[in-house]
């Protein structure tokens, strides 16, 4: 981090975690006097420093260093010193889409049954990296298979019942070190992309696991994908749930989650490779 500072023109300020939900309350103290604030991590980090600027962020710019880095998939990031600098040079960026959850924000994903279960296998995970991490978590989740009934209530009227394997809501469209579970999703569109997957066998699930990493499984028998300003989730048992990563344990009561349009100032590499409906536009002035 030292080395990108160096390479940053300006005032800049280094701030180091000491352990959960330190990076949230950095964030929040950083945004009252800076320009940018500059997320170093993995998913985990750029939700936590996303829930410090909320609701009124300050432009953000995320270095992807973490085990799955779904969120930094979305836009082209700096990974270099001298990549950061032009980025903040250059000023140009993203606005991007928030889902506001009740008592927390996510900036890319939420998981809800296998899914969740998935993400807490993978945290004891320690010697890899990426997606073959979360395809060992994978496996270690079957041992605890399991479904629910839910019902999914969209934008208010529009309702959803089934009983589900998982229930995986997406502002982005990856999620899990490289599971494209809501291809069709995108962080700016003013909506939010929600994939079923109903109960089936092990070794249905085992043959369609493939299938989520290129995002072809929409479609299949059992998948389904809904999209939406807000949606609820009333379950018939406590489910287990993960936001942006961190395994939340079992949820009881209904998961409100509702769309906050383009509010999160987002920068990126002009010219590279990113995930949006609306075009480049510059964010520093």
Request: charge should be neutral; charged fraction near 20%; proline fraction near 6%.
């Amino acid at each position: 981090m030292e080395r990108y500072a160096r390479a940053v023109r300006g005032d800049t300020h280094l701030l180091w975690t000491q352990g959960p939900g330190h990076a949230r309350d950095l964030a929040r103290g950083a945004a009252a006097n800076s320009d940018v604030v500059c997320a170093f991590g993995g998913d985990g980090t750029v939700s936590e420093v996303v829930n410090g600027l909320m609701p009124n962020p300050v432009p953000m710019i995320v270095v992807p260093t973490g085990s799955g880095n779904d969120f930094a998939s979305l836009i082209d990031c700096p990974r270099s010193p001298e990549e950061l600098a032009r980025v903040l040079e250059t000023g140009v960026g993203y606005r991007f889409d928030v889902l506001d959850c009740g008592d927390r924000y996510c900036a890319n994903s939420i998981g809800i049954g296998f899914e969740a279960v998935v993400t807490f296998h993978s945290l004891s995970i320690r010697n890899l990296r990426g997606l073959p991490l979360y395809l060992l978590a994978v496996v270690k989740a079957l041992a605890e298979y399991e479904s629910n009934r839910y019902s999914l209530v969209f934008d208010g009227d529009r309702v959803v019942e089934g009983d589900f394997l998982l229930v995986s809501i997406g502002n982005g469209v990856r999620a899990g070190g490289g599971f494209y579970l809501n291809p069709g999703a995108f962080p700016d569109d003013g909506r939010l992309d929600v994939c079923t997957a109903e109960r089936m066998p092990r070794l249905r699930m085992l043959a369609l696991l493939p299938s989520t990493i290129h995002g072809k499984h929409v479609g299949k028998r059992g998948v389904s994908i809904h999209t939406g300003a807000r949606v609820r989730v009333v379950a018939e048992r406590p489910f287990p749930l993960h936001i942006d990563g961190e395994y939340l344990g079992r949820r009881a009561e209904p998961l409100d989650v509702s769309l906050i349009p383009r509010c999160l100032p987002v920068l990126s590499r002009a010219g590279g490779s990113a995930r949006h409906t609306h075009p480049l536009e510059r964010i520093l002035r």
